[in-house]
């Protein structure tokens, strides 16, 4: 019988217990999935700050199988939306349906009632679609006719989209892409990357059949709570908080941008710095920290003007600038 102090998947509370099953997801995410290790990283983190992800990419980089593999290596239960054009808002969220039976309307739970949900192609569909979400992502519960309906724990929407300069997107609003705690950018492979993708397949792995590739769980929702406590006890010192604060704030203040990080961002920033500490092995800040999650935490917060645009100028670029430019504590 197993101890009643250790979890489903075999682990006691024990940090360093708990933090070698959360790096176990990277092993079986990398049965299905080749490279990718940043995009990997960020998955975690986002788990570990009970924070969304945003993941872009071109069609066919493996956006959809990398959460879907993810999701396989966790005991957690998993839904995917397509979003289409037609998709409304009640085919995520859930609608109360009238059973003649009874003669009362009931509410049927949507999809979004789960604990890890794949919103794919999510700029495929209209803002009013996109904006059911909202709801769900920042209060952690669906308002259906006056009745708000929590949602399970953890939760976490990990959404794929197309670059916005593809045809048939809809750009999420600003709003939107401030509920998500990181965005990450899945670049087209390697050439030995896309050499070994083809020898997997060429040797019989089916993406649709994780279990046959090997996809086991590794953690579970009790590993990802302790994980969770462990990070919360990740000390801050007032030097770190202030150097990003001063990151934040120079967005604000930078020629090529519109719309600078906003205090959310900053506490967003603050928050995947603690986790990527600890994944690390230690229960302190540093500065590295902050500069290794700045991009996937900033940029999609930002927003650039028209003509650095033109320019060629990107969000990357002006991010990475500012943190050349902002002192750095000692």
Not at 139 to 153: A, F, I, K, S, Y
Not at 195 to 220: C, E, K, Q, Y
Not at 287 to 298: E, G, M, R, Y
Request: aromatic share 4%.
């Amino acid at each position: 019988m197993m101890d009643p102090t250790t979890d489903k998947a075999g682990h006691t509370g024990d940090p360093d217990a708990v933090r070698a099953s959360l790096e176990a997801l990277r092993a079986e995410i990398a049965k299905a999935v080749v490279g990718q290790d940043p995009a990997v990283t960020g998955l975690v983190v986002a788990l570990l700050c009970r924070g969304h992800v945003l993941l872009e990419g071109v069609p066919g980089v493996a956006k959809t199988l990398l959460v879907r593999t993810l999701s396989a290596a966790l005991e957690l239960d998993t839904k995917r939306v397509q979003f289409t054009p037609d998709l409304m808002p009640s085919d995520v969220t859930g609608s109360l349906v009238y059973d003649a039976r009874t003669a009362e309307f009931s509410f049927q739970p949507g999809p979004v009632f789960t604990n890890l949900l794949l919103a794919d192609e999510i700029n495929r569909t209209p803002p009013k679609t996109q904006s059911s979400l909202l709801e769900a992502m920042e209060e952690r519960q669906v308002t259906v006719d006056g009745t708000p309906r929590p949602l399970p724990e953890p939760f976490l929407v990990a959404a794929t989209q197309n670059p916005v300069e593809y045809e048939g997107t809809y750009p999420l609003p600003e709003a939107q892409l401030d509920r998500f705690l990181v965005k990450l950018t899945i670049p087209l492979p390697s050439r030995q990357d896309e050499i070994d993708v083809l020898t997997r397949h060429a040797a019989g792995f089916n993406p649709r059949d994780l279990r046959a590739a090997g996809v086991r769980p590794v953690a579970s929702a009790a590993d990802l709570e302790a994980a969770r406590a462990a990070v919360a006890k990740t000390t801050v010192s007032p030097e770190i908080t202030a150097y990003v604060v001063d990151i934040c704030r120079a967005t604000r203040d930078s020629p090529s941008l519109t719309l600078g990080v906003s205090p959310r961002g900053a506490t967003a920033l603050l928050a995947t710095s603690r986790a990527w500490a600890w994944l690390t092995g230690r229960d302190y800040v540093i500065p590295d920290d902050v500069k290794a999650l700045a991009l996937p935490t900033l940029r999609h917060r930002v927003q650039l003007r028209p003509e650095a645009e033109m320019e060629g100028v990107t969000a990357d670029s002006v991010i990475n600038a500012i943190l050349a430019h902002v002192p750095v504590p000692r």
